[in-house]
């Protein structure tokens, strides 16, 4: 008897150890004799450890050998010399090529290089398969003839037979050889030899569930050498009426020396039952491995989870064991951050056991760093053992955001995430860097500056005039001045060093395309310049330095692209590298994927994100072979992952205890449970809820019971209380005293957002900007108002295209109003416009009030009307009635009193007339005149200006010449504002923080 099964419920490799030892007790050099094939590196490792475990003093190991990865050189070396085969094209260079062939299809000239690149993958993928089951070019081309497809199918099929026919003289000229098709030639010159002069000691091909031909060869050369033993894992090997009736209903016999027919691929017993298919042997003839460890589950379970995952023809025959399910508990985390949460914990919980190991397995790559991180708040450090994307590592990220600064001309956020990132400049002088860095952070506020590096520098010099300006209207004395100059120059010069190690980058994005050896060089000069050798450094440092290396060498194969197309092409290079981390982790915990797991066992195991599309994973479709051609060249179909993540399921199933988890819903949407946990439930319906660890888990991270806190009330001397202030500062102190003593006291101001498109602010001042301009020019025609408007135009839209193409329109119709409203105003007698005229009004208390209106109209009667230009929201006339909005008021009041003055001169008083706002919308109604002193009853202008007066003269007194404190929100209906989080308004107010109809942020 050669072939054997270790069932799901038992330990694979500790029981192959336990075998093997067994067999080999009688001579102690037959153990170092042996060899053993295992499907992959991770399971060399495993079994390398079992035998630690197991062994009493020292030990010489069989020789072990991964023939499952194709990009494994281990099976090569061992079958050196075998095959006149050239070594493997380089994976990388590979994938460039085939993505350069996409990307030469003619019908889609416009596909993007990424595109190009996933589709290049799927390309490599479907010819690996091709190769891997050994079907001839020839096929695919009959196929195509005699299948009746869609047109564009039947296209697909043409080009990818094309690329079939192709691609061997393009691998020739490289100077490889495809590696599934060295695998096999290997497998095969071995098998020869052995035929030849069969090995002397034991040979044990342990744990391979592959079925393509090259291995099946491989398994039946291992099955009959006189001391060859194979060794499958988790076959169901029940003989009863029931369990055969299960696998006879797994529809999968042989047809011929090549194929399968296939129709349950999702079932976990499928691929075993294919193996032995193709192997020519029945199940009857596949012996127990009869050994038994300390880390088996209950042989029970295994039988019930065989039945639970029954195929549909089969139908459930049998209830399960009352114990089989002991052990297993499940928990439904309300999100996947509970989820981890509760994994952790379970992870911790076994900490408390002498000995015990746990483990996560997982396909969800970002649930296994959440936990990750979650342990790590203990002091655990848990590797994930499938790796981590080079993409999100530091090397990694930082290489990423250089190409995303570059491709976005160097645009704030992208600029300052590479300037920021903790890998630039570390070490002593970091500090500095960073200082510099948060000064530019803050040159950098508010609209975004046109692309390119010097468009940066221009800014910063213009900060720095402007910074100048301010200290010196500010009174600043001699040292001070001085000591801003200094900073000044010292920012300007650390720019211009930054800006020359990004230089490499820059002329690539000037350039406006590139190539994969170009980009990687500007990479490898400016990342090294920025981070030194410790963007090279470690395990992630190395492999993107590997990656820069390839790109050189082999990236001009894939030709030229769009530098916008950067970013996502590095991105998706940067995802498809797995950096594992070296040996250091907790020994008794570890995080795996499926894949990694796969013959492994701990004391117990969660099996985490069982949910639909992650465990198992959604089938993604091939965009070469349409499923119907993969039936008939004898393809596996895209259920078979299906069927493999069950069999991984089942095999996690088997440790002694298991914990199932899953989160009901993530950000986006709920989630349906996976059809493994859905068929387990319905099948045993008394798995064990363990509500314990998801109370602990929300327990941990609880607010608590929240204690609200009473209104701030700041009560400064009245001796620091402002004596001068904008008369818009009345209206804070009407509606928000904490806002006026935050910002005009504590000198808090919102930052700007960064890379800000124009906002209406600053739209609006264009506006005002173009109407002051005609104003001052002495009105004229509206064809010089038109030629203003199209200056400003021009000027921006330079800038910002997309504002002049959808902003223009509204702008010139509201200016055009605009012109024509003040035209006919002048045609009524108002005669005289004043722009932009400003002064200074003492109130009776010894308080000064400051303003600029935006005009100032006066007829020959000297009456004066004062005009706000809005391209917004203007306050209602209810609102200037109740005292909420005082501006143009005081305005008036300035301007009847004499006190104002414009760049021609002072401004005559005048007799109060009017106030109004000017709606500038540009919209169907391109402007209208609101005046908020109409109403039931009216009011005059005489009478609102003395309302105003005394109204600011009293709130004024109130809270700037008394202890009076200053309290928020006095008129909570208004818009939130952007002292109101300061204030903690949302815990007093009991009002959601959201938006409200009237705008503004939340609080």
Known sequence: MSLYSIPAHVAFVDALAAGLLERCAGDPLALAQAHVLLPNRRATRAL?????????????????????????????????????????????????ELARLVRAMPRDVGRSAVEALR???????????????????????????????????????????????????????????????????????????????????????AGISGSSPPIVRLLKAVAVLPQGLVVLPGLDTDRGEIASARWAAIGCRAADAQSVVRDSEEHPQFAMKALLARMEWGRDEVADWGVATGRDGPAARTEAVMAAMAPAAAGWHAEAETTAFEGVRAVEAATPAEEAQVIALALREALTVPGQTAALVTPDRGLARRVAGQCRRWGLMVDDSAGVPLRLTPPGALALALVEAMAQGFSPVALLAALKHPLTASGERRLAWLGHVRRLDLVLRGVRPPPGLEAISEQLERWNVDAGARLRRSGADAEALAAGRARAAGLEAWWDGAAAMLEPLSQLEERGETDLPRLAAALREVGGALAGDRLWSGTDGRALAGLIERLEADGGVFGRFAIDEAPALLAALLSDIAVRPAYGGHPRLAILGPLEAQLQRADLMILGGLNEGVWPGRPAPDPWLAPAIRGQLGLPGLARATGLAAHDFVG???????????????????????????????????????????????????????????????????????????????????????????????????????????????????????????????????????????????????????????????????????????????????????????????????????????????????????????????????QVRAGLANQLGLMMAMASAGVMRTKSGPVRPGVPEAIAYWRLAGGREPGKVLDPLKGRPPLSAVDHVDDVLARAERRTEWLLKTLTPFEPKLQPGLAWGDYDHLARVAEWLDRPTRRDRTGGGSA
């Open 652 to 878: 996690g199933l088997g440790a002694p205890r298991v914990l199932l988890t899953r989160a009901r819903r993530d950000a986006s949407a709920p989630l349906v449970p996976s059809r493994f946990w859905l068929r387990l439930q319905a099948f045993s319906g008394d798995i064990v809820h363990d509500d314990g660890l998801l109370l602990l888990a929300r327990r941990l991270d609880g607010a608590g019971r929240a204690h609200p806190v009473a209104k701030p009330m700041p009560k400064p001397a009245v001796a620091r209380r402002p004596q001068i202030l904008s008369v818009t500062e009345v209206d804070t102190l009407v509606t928000d005293p904490f806002a006026f003593y935050a910002r005009s006291m504590l000198k808090l101001r919102p930052l700007d957002p960064l890379d800000q498109d124009p906002t209406a602010a600053s739209r609006g001042n264009h506006i005002h900007g173009v109407l002051e301009r005609w104003v001052n020019a002495g009105t004229g025609s509206t064809a010089l108002l038109a030629r203003f408007t199209e200056e400003m135009l021009s000027t921006e839209g330079k800038m910002f295209p997309l504002l002049r193409a959808l902003w223009a329109p509204r702008a010139r119709r509201a200016l055009a109003w605009a012109g024509t409203e003040i035209e006919r105003r002048q045609a009524e007698g108002w005669t005289t416009m004043m722009a932009e005229a400003g002064g200074e009004l003492l109130l009776g208390n010894g308080i000064t009030l400051r303003g600029r209106a935006d005009r100032i109209d006066r007829d020959d009667s000297d009456r004066l009307v004062v005009v706000d230009y809005k391209t917004g929201r203007s306050p209602s006339g209810a």
């Open 119 to 205: 589709l290049g993958d799927e390309l490599g993928g479907a010819l690996d398969a091709l190769l891997a089951e050994e079907i001839a070019p020839d096929r695919l081309a009959t196929v195509v003839e005699n299948a009746d497809l869609a047109e564009h199918w039947k296209e697909t099929l043409r080009f990818l037979d094309l690329v079939i026919t192709n691609w061997p003289p393009a691998r020739d000229a490289i100077g490889g050889s495809d590696g599934g098709t060295r695998v096999a030639a290997l497998i095969d010159a071995l098998t020869a030899r052995w035929r030849a002069v069969p090995p002397a000691g034991l040979v044990v091909a």
């Open 48 to 96: 390398t450890d079992a035998f630690v475990r197991l062994a009493d003093g020292g030990l010489l190991l069989p020789r072990m050998t991964p023939v499952g990865d194709i990009g494994d050189d281990s099976f090569d070396r061992f079958a050196a010399g075998e095959s006149a085969l050239p070594p493997a094209v380089p994976a990388l260079l590979r994938r460039l």
